[in-house]
């Protein structure tokens, strides 16, 4: 049960024993939600993961993190760039003037925006990006590559997909890889729908 009083809301939980011996698992688990009026609503048990899911959840979870992982090493050593400010060059390459402001280099790279101001700063202090001034907003602040920062991903890109092609690419099937490339388009559109 929620109550509200004059400074805050307090939440009191009622457990009940239902017969178990202290250290025994429960026989039930209920989650709860509360809702915009402050009453505690059961929520549907969990559907948890049977084996089979599992294995490909923590599969797709570990291929993704050791994916990213190599990925770094490899623009690192060869060219001196994380992978995150790689792909901050590539959105800014791509986009309109080579520039995008900073909201919008935040939600194409899909980072938060003081991550993206963060490395903004890096790269500026590279040479590789510059902050200019939106006219049209004062407030706002557009990223632009260099051209400094053109030929630095000018000569990283090579050696990167030479990576993704020998880490994924030549790794899968031409119908796998299709695969992939459907799976992670499609939950990436539902993702994005539900931001």
């Known amino acids: 049960m929620i109550t509200k009083d004059s400074r805050s809301y307090v939440a009191t939980r009622i457990l009940r024993d239902h017969g178990r011996t202290v250290g025994a698992p429960p026989q039930r688990q209920i989650r709860c939600g509360v809702n915009y009026v402050g009453r505690l609503n059961p929520v549907a048990e969990v559907q948890w993961l049977d084996p089979a899911e599992q294995q490909a959840w923590r599969a797709y979870l570990d291929a993704t993190r050791l994916l ?52 903004v700063t890096r790269l500026e202090r590279a040479g590789w990006v510059r902050r200019v001034e939106c006219l049209e907003d004062r407030r706002g602040m557009y990223a632009e590559l260099t051209p400094s920062g053109l030929a630095k991903l000018a000569a990283s890109a090579p050696g990167h997909v030479a990576a993704v092609r020998a880490h994924v690419i030549d790794e899968l099937t031409a119908a796998q890889f299709q695969q992939l490339g459907a799976t992670c388009g499609h939950l990436a559109e539902r993702l994005r729908a539900d931001r």
């Open 68 to 119: 990213v992982r190599v990925l770094d090493q490899q623009l690192e050593s060869d060219a001196g760039i994380s992978f995150t400010d790689y792909e901050l060059l590539v959105q800014l390459s791509e986009a309109p003037g080579r520039r995008l402001r900073m909201r919008e280099l935040a939600d194409a790279a899909l980072a938060t925006r003081s991550g993206v101001t963060r490395a």
